[in-house]
Structure formats: structure tokens, C-alpha cells
């Protein structure tokens, strides 16, 4: 196979441990410890067979730990995790004081170990029954996958961003100096999470908002801590602290996954699919990405099992999917025809999938695993117990060898040699020599076929490294191409923000005119003039009224103030009723300039509190925002003509009282004398 499905351990820093005298439920106990490393020009002993250098030693409990911490090997390797630690509570302590990226392994298996004898020979690796000699078999094992990770935590990290000292007083007021702390929690809050989208790292955020910003964010990230961006620590107002989330108990994972014969359906396109299915049908992934390229789906099916078949939906078979197939030197298979829609649709019913280019990679395998099914129950039905039915599918299908044969070649090792029978040859038969010539051409045949496979797959080869050089150059162009992608998107905004400063600029200038106009406003709303330039002691402000409604009475005393002796301008003077006429009373203006008429309801109550009532048209405003000033001699002019025109009210107000009151007395003298002349009729 031409990828490789894993990387060795061997380029990492490997610790073998074993106990040495004493144990670790005692107080002193001693550990044989070898520790291997790519090699080195220093004394160290170098391996016969990698090139890797080796360090012995015997050391204490205390300075193993200190080993680790210093030293942050990959992998310590142990033939029993329990003479690291005395018990489960201990061992979890152990794990969690490991440093990122240092894993322990237990070369001889999980729950139930193995000898450590058997599986170093098993693997081929020298053992002795000295300490020494099996803290060094116990770092090989490890160093070449063999054994399985001891893990108390989880892939997942909490990471929690807090307040670094108590909010209570600090030199400032307390107020602000609260609202400083939770303003630093939110933004280191912010920073992590910056950096963990840099990084493509999955996380959920919990923040709890506080005046001022954050009391605490807590996330939660998909990943180990030595992955995360983000270290421990405290600066100022703000602390991070990073923990792996623990699992309920101890669990093992082995070091090399067990990767079984599998049946590939591949969908190439720009966006690219696959779909695993097993021997049995089962639907085990499917992928569709648009990003990755065709090594990153191999690594991706490296990853899931081994392919015995690499399938397409269409025939003949694309390019892509072929070069694949050569990559496992798998078996490939095409329908007869393109396969219709609503076969693939049929066929994926039952299987989840989240697109198209999922549905057609889907059907392609499934189809293929159909076409193979009776041969692969055929070939699994001859396969002695014991021996692997993928593997023997795989030569079969692949190699098309006979199942007799594969088994013979797989048992071969385990079977006793077969006894040798001396006999005297035969003369052949006329059709038993046809038949050795026959079988010596197709010897020759099968030869030259042979080499010219080794061609072909030279040839591939070439093509394969060419095909690499043109991604390659073609990830460069990518990246130049979003490279000036940026630099466009960063002129447009950086045009944008000049666009917005401009703007912005301009909003100032207005806004700076503004106070000025409302300063000298404020002023005149003063009783103190001394400081007003002598062209504007003329001037009165004026509180303008949208409507002469109880509300925008209200609203304008909220905006800027409705005090007695105020001029008080209606916008809009109809509509008001009594209770709005007596709201404005209460405020007692100096007089009330109107747009258009009064109620007479609203009329009446405010002559009669004898507020001056004039129209506005008769006084000349210059409105400033919200407020306007007039001259105070058009303002005393309409106060004096509502004066005059109030005398002139009242002397109406009395006549009319008075004419009334000599109607009334008129009619109750005629009414006195109509009663006794009906008296004296009746006497008559």
C-alpha cells in the first residue's frame, strides 16, 4: 500500500518502566527505566535495528515523576499500570498529572493482560526476566504500537475564563471597578474564542454576563489540552483554567486500531464522497468534502479499513476513483451502465446520508458489495475457524487465487510439513505432454504478463509523482488566489471605514454646532444675563409642544423642562380637552403662542387662571433641535394684546351679566303680577 495507515512511534520519546525492588505501596520503591530516542551523538547505546538511542537507568518514584515532567515523553510503557499507582483513585491522579501529549500504555493489553513474555514474542521483541531487560521491552512494544493507551479523561477540555480578584473596593468606586473586571473577563473571553476559530477547534461557550461584561465564560472544546491555543494562567484581573473532562472509570484504547477489509464506493467531482461498507453490508461512514484532495480521502479511508473493492456509480471508471483503487491495489467494479437515480435513490433508502455526492459514493459501494455478496458468503463458508475471512476475501477477490489455495498459504506455517514420497516416474501420455507444454507457455505468458505489470505500475508511479507536483501547484495557486482575495476584501473595507470616519466627521461638526447654539439656549433660560452678548439680551427661549395632548406635555417637560414663567409654543393647539388645559395650568407659563384654535373648553381654563393666549404667528421664532428662542418684544406685544383683548372680554362678561340679571328680575315681576289677578277671579 502506498500510504502508509499510520505513523510509526518510533519518531517519538518513549519511557520503559519497571519495578526495579520494593513496591509502590511501600515508601521507597525503585524503577528499572529505559528511555528511547531518535539516535544521538552522545554515549548512549544505539539500537541494532532503528537507529534509535537507548538510556538505562534505575531510578525512585519521585524522580521517575520528575522525568516525566522535565522531559514529556509521547508514550511510558508499562507491563502493569498498577505498580505506577496503588490503586484506581491513585492511578487517575497519576493521569492527570501527566503532561500534555504523554500518554501511558499498557503493552499487555486491557482489562485482562497477557504475559508480558508472550506478547513480546508474539511480536518479536527481546525479553529477559530482569527489570531492566523488561522496561526495554516494554518501550519497544509501545514504541511500535503494540499495547493500549490507559486513559481516565476524555478528548474534551473545559476551559474557564473567571475574575481574577474579589469586585469589592479598589481605588476606584466600586462600581467602576467591577465593571473593569468583568470588561477584562469578556475580553480574554473573547480572545480564547478567537483563537479557538483560528484553530477550527469545536466548542460550545457558556458565559454569564455581569455589569460591565462577564463574571465567567466556560468552554467546552472537542479536544486535548495540548491541542487547545489557549495556556493556564493569571494576568491582572482574569485567571484561565484548563481541565479534562474525566470519564466515570478507566477505559483502554489500543495504540493500533484493528482495520478490517472493507468495500469503497467513491463519487469524485469538485465535491468529493465516500462511503465504507463492511463484508456484511453494513454502512460503517460516509464523507463528501470540497476541500480535501485525493490523498487526504485516502488518509480518511486508511483510517476506516482496508478496501478490497473501490467502486464507481458510472462506468467507465473516472480517473480519480482508479487512482484510489491502484493505491490499495484493490479490486475495482462498475455497473454495466451509468447506474439511473432512482435505483441509487432505492437503493440508499434505508442508509442516512446528508447529499447527493453521499447518495451516489452510498450506492456505488452497496451496488459492488450485491454484485460480490454470494462469492463472499462462498469464500467465508470454506474459511477454517481461526483464520481472517477478510483477508482470505481480499486474495480471493484480488488476487484471484482459490480459497483452497490462500488458506493453504495462510495454515502453512502452523501445518507439520508434509512427508516426502519417493517414487519412479511414469511415462506420459501424448495428452499429459500436450498438457506440460501447454502449462510451460502459460508459465512464459504469465511472466511477460508480470512484467508488464511491473511497467504499468512504474508508469503509475510516474503519473502518481506528477499528479502530486500539479496539486501542489495547484494548492499554490489556491493560496495566492485567496491570498489576493484578502487583500481586495481589506481594501474594500478599509475604503468602507474611510467612508464611515468621513462621515462621522461631519455628524462632529454638526453636533459641535449644535452645542454651541444649545450653550448659548441655556443661557438665556438663566436669570443671570451679565455674561450674554448685548445683541441677544433681546432674546426669551421658547418650549416648543408638538401636540396640546397630556403626553407631549409630558414628554417635553421630560426633554428639557417646563418651569412657571416659561414661553410655551403649541404646534398644534385643537383637540385639547379640560384636563388637558388643566395640566398646563399647573406648569403657570408666562404665555402660550398657538397654532391654530383652541377648544372652547380649553380656552375658558386658560383665561380664566389668566394665562396669556396669542397666536404664534404673530411672534418670530428661530427653532433650534428641539427648542427656539424669540424676541421678547414680540413676546410683550402679544402678552399686552392678550391683555386688552381680556378687558374687553370681561366688560362683555359683565354686561352680559348684568342684562341677564334684569331679564330675571323683569320676569319675576310679571311672573307676581299674573298671580293675584288669577286670584281675584277666583273670589268672583
Do not use: C
Amino acid at each position: 500500500m502506498p500510504v502508509s495507515a499510520r505513523i510509526s512511534a518510533l519518531d517519538a520519546l518513549v519511557f520503559g518502566v519497571d519495578v526495579q525492588s520494593g513496591d509502590v505501596r511501600g515508601d521507597a520503591p525503585s524503577y528499572a527505566l529505559v528511555v528511547l530516542d531518535e539516535a544521538t551523538d552522545d554515549d548512549s547505546d544505539a539500537s541494532p535495528n532503528g537507529g534509535t538511542a537507548v538510556e538505562r537507568d534505575v531510578v525512585s518514584y519521585r524522580k521517575l515523576r520528575r522525568l516525566i515532567e522535565d522531559r514529556e515523553p509521547d508514550l511510558v510503557a508499562t507491563d502493569n499500570m498498577y505498580e505506577l499507582a496503588e490503586d484506581k483513585d491513585h492511578l487517575v491522579r497519576f493521569l492527570a498529572s501527566l503532561p500534555d501529549g504523554t500518554r501511558l500504555v499498557q503493552v499487555t493489553g486491557a482489562e485482562q493482560p497477557e504475559p508480558l513474555s508472550r506478547v513480546a514474542k508474539r511480536h518479536g521483541v527481546p525479553y529477559g526476566k530482569d527489570p531492566m531487560q523488561e522496561a526495554e521491552a516494554a518501550a519497544r512494544l509501545a514504541a511500535h504500537n503494540v499495547g493500549h493507551e490507559v486513559s481516565a479523561f476524555f478528548d474534551r477540555t473545559e476551559v474557564k475564563v473567571a475574575r481574577g480578584r474579589s469586585t469589592g473596593k479598589g481605588g476606584w468606586s466600586e462600581d467602576r471597578y467591577t465593571r473593569r473586571i468583568h470588561g477584562s473577563v469578556k475580553r480574554r473571553a473573547r480572545e480564547i474564542e478567537s483563537a479557538l476559530d483560528d484553530a477550527g477547534l469545536e466548542y460550545e461557550m457558556d458565559a454569564t454576563e455581569k455589569y460591565g461584561g462577564y463574571s465567567n465564560a466556560v468552554f467546552t472544546v472537542e479536544a486535548r489540552p495540548e491541542d487547545i491555543p489557549v495556556s493556564t494562567g493569571r494576568s491582572g484581573d482574569v485567571r484561565v483554567e484548563i481541565e479534562r473532562q474525566r470519564r466515570d472509570g478507566i477505559e483502554f484504547e489500543p495504540l493500533a486500531k484493528r482495520r478490517d477489509h472493507v468495500v469503497v464506493g467513491v463519487d469524485p467531482g469538485t465535491t468529493t464522497a465516500a462511503a465504507i461498507v463492511d463484508l456484511d453490508g453494513e454502512v460503517h461512514d460516509v464523507l463528501s468534502t470540497r476541500t480535501a484532495d485525493t490523498a487526504a480521502v485516502i488518509e480518511w479511508i486508511i483510517e476506516r479499513g482496508r478496501p478490497l473493492l473501490v467502486a464507481a456509480d458510472v462506468t467507465p471508471m473516472p480517473e480519480t476513483v482508479e487512482k484510489i483503487r491502484r493505491s490499495f491495489d484493490a479490486a475495482g467494479w462498475v455497473p454495466d451502465a451509468d447506474l439511473p437515480v432512482d435505483e441509487k435513490q432505492h437503493r440508499t433508502r434505508d442508509e442516512g446520508y446528508d447529499n447527493d455526492h453521499e447518495r451516489d459514493a452510498l450506492a456505488a459501494a452497496l451496488f459492488a458489495h450485491d454484485h460480490h455478496a454470494d462469492q463472499f458468503e462462498r469464500v467465508a463458508e470454506k474459511v477454517p475457524r481461526g483464520l481472517d475471512r477478510g483477508e482470505v476475501i481480499a486474495r480471493v477477490v484480488t488476487g484471484e487465487e482459490s480459497v483452497e489455495a490462500v488458506v493453504d498459504d495462510l495454515t502453512e506455517d502452523e501445518s507439520d510439513p508434509e512427508e516426502t514420497v519417493e517414487h519412479t516416474p511414469r511415462e506420459l501420455t501424448e495428452e499429459e505432454k500436450r498438457i506440460k507444454t501447454l502449462e510451460r507457455q502459460v508459465e512464459r505468458l504469465q511472466e511477460h504478463v508480470e512484467d508488464l505489470r511491473e511497467t504499468v505500475a512504474e508508469k503509475d508511479d510516474r503519473i502518481g509523482e506528477l499528479e502530486d507536483e500539479l496539486s501542489q501547484e495547484r494548492r499554490r495557486e489556491r493560496k495566492e488566489a485567496r491570498e489576493r482575495r484578502e487583500v481586495t476584501r481589506l481594501e474594500r473595507e478599509r475604503d468602507r471605514l474611510e467612508r464611515e470616519l468621513e462621515a462621522e466627521r461631519e455628524r462632529n461638526d454638526e453636533l459641535e454646532g449644535k452645542i454651541e447654539r444649545l450653550k448659548e439656549l441655556w443661557k438665556l433660560d438663566h436669570s443671570n444675563f451679565a455674561d450674554v452678548e448685548e445683541r441677544k439680551k433681546d432674546l426669551v427661549p421658547v418650549k416648543p409642544i408638538e401636540k396640546f395632548t397630556r403626553d407631549a406635555i409630558r414628554e417635553a417637560d421630560e426633554s428639557y423642562g417646563i418651569a412657571e414663567g416659561d414661553v410655551v409654543y403649541l404646534r398644534d393647539a385643537s383637540g385639547a380637552g379640560r384636563s388637558t388645559a388643566e395640566l398646563l395650568v399647573q406648569y403657570r407659563p408666562r404665555v402660550v403662542l398657538k397654532n391654530g384654535g383652541l377648544s372652547d373648553v380649553a380656552d375658558a381654563i386658560l383665561f380664566d387662571a389668566e394665562i396669556p393666549v396669542g397666536p404664534a404667528d404673530d411672534v418670530a421664532m428661530q427653532e433650534v433641535d428641539e427648542l427656539a428662542v424669540a424676541r421678547e418684544s414680540d413676546v410683550e406685544a402679544v402678552i399686552d394684546d392678550w391683555k386688552e383683548r381680556a378687558r374687553n372680554r370681561r366688560r362683555r362678561r359683565k354686561a352680559e351679566l348684568v342684562d341677564s340679571l334684569i331679564d330675571e328680575h323683569r320676569a319675576d315681576r310679571d311672573l307676581d303680577d299674573l298671580i293675584p289677578s288669577r286670584s281675584g277671579g277666583g273670589r268672583s
